[in-house]
């Protein structure tokens, strides 16, 4: 069974700044997709970013982007010049092969972005 | 286009009563999911639906719920009776059969509270 751990329940981070979010995931496939989600304090879960795990290149998405390192399973989120609105929970999340399983989420971070 | 629609947004019951709850997908889309979220967790996966077909329920604690998805559309999953620790959100997403993966795209799900 996959895993997926996110070691930070908690970040805050002054507007404007860069902030990165970890997140580490165990699997024996090597045809799996990554996702980073958005849960504002409305609940609505929005996909943030995604990524194949055959490409090799990092994806972004605007003022994010990730740093996909498929050897020592890890996919972190990184957040450039932060907004006010970014104030959410982040959930990093797996799918194998085909992507039409369920989705094996992380516990999330809490991100508060600071005026 | 209209997003992937729950309701209702909250319920609260008591123990021992029984509940619904409704998810309309995203219209085409073949693949329906039901999560439910405990507080400060991520979501965990109940039950996927491809058309009307449940294709995976092994997280679906069958004494209890139940779901059904008539005609590949709307879907609705019970519970009865209700238990304390059925207190949750119970989130629906949906995705498109196309391509080589699937994007998840979640509704605003509904908070059930049991006393």
């Known amino acids: 069974a996959q895993t997926v751990t996110q070691s930070q329940p908690e970040m805050s981070v002054q507007e404007a700044e860069t902030v990165t979010l970890s997140c580490t995931y165990d699997?024996?496939?090597?045809?799996?997709?990554l996702f980073w989600y958005k849960q504002p304090p409305s609940r609505q879960m929005i996909l943030v970013i995604r990524?194949?795990?055959?490409?090799?290149q990092n994806a972004t998405e605007n003022r994010f982007s990730v740093n996909f390192q498929k050897a020592a399973k890890s996919f972190s989120l990184k957040i450039s010049d932060s907004q006010l609105g970014d104030t959410a929970m982040y959930f990093c999340?797996?799918?194998?092969?085909?992507?039409?399983?369920?989705?094996?989420f992380g516990k999330g971070t809490h991100l508060i972005i600071q005026p | 286009e209209a997003g992937v629609v729950q309701s209702p947004r909250y319920k609260i019951i008591e123990k021992k009563q029984p509940v619904a709850f409704w998810c309309n997908p995203i219209?085409?889309?073949?693949?329906l999911y039901w999560y439910r979220q405990n507080l400060g967790q991520g979501p965990e996966l109940l039950i996927r639906y491809e058309n009307e077909e449940a294709v995976d329920d092994s997280q679906l604690p069958k004494d209890r719920f139940s779901a059904e998805r008539l005609k590949g559309v709307d879907s609705t999953l019970k519970i009865q009776p209700a238990e304390l620790g059925d207190s949750a959100v119970y989130l629906c997403?949906?995705?498109?059969?196309?391509?080589?993966?699937?994007?998840?795209?979640f509704g605003p799900g509904t908070r059930l509270l049991v006393l």
């Open positions: 990524q194949e795990a055959y490409k090799q």
């Open positions: 999340a797996f799918v194998s092969g085909g992507g039409a399983d369920g989705l094996t």
């Open positions: 997403a949906s995705s498109l059969d196309s391509g080589n993966w699937k994007t998840q795209y």
């Open positions: 219209s085409g889309h073949n693949t």
């Open positions: 699997t024996s496939e090597s045809n799996y997709y």
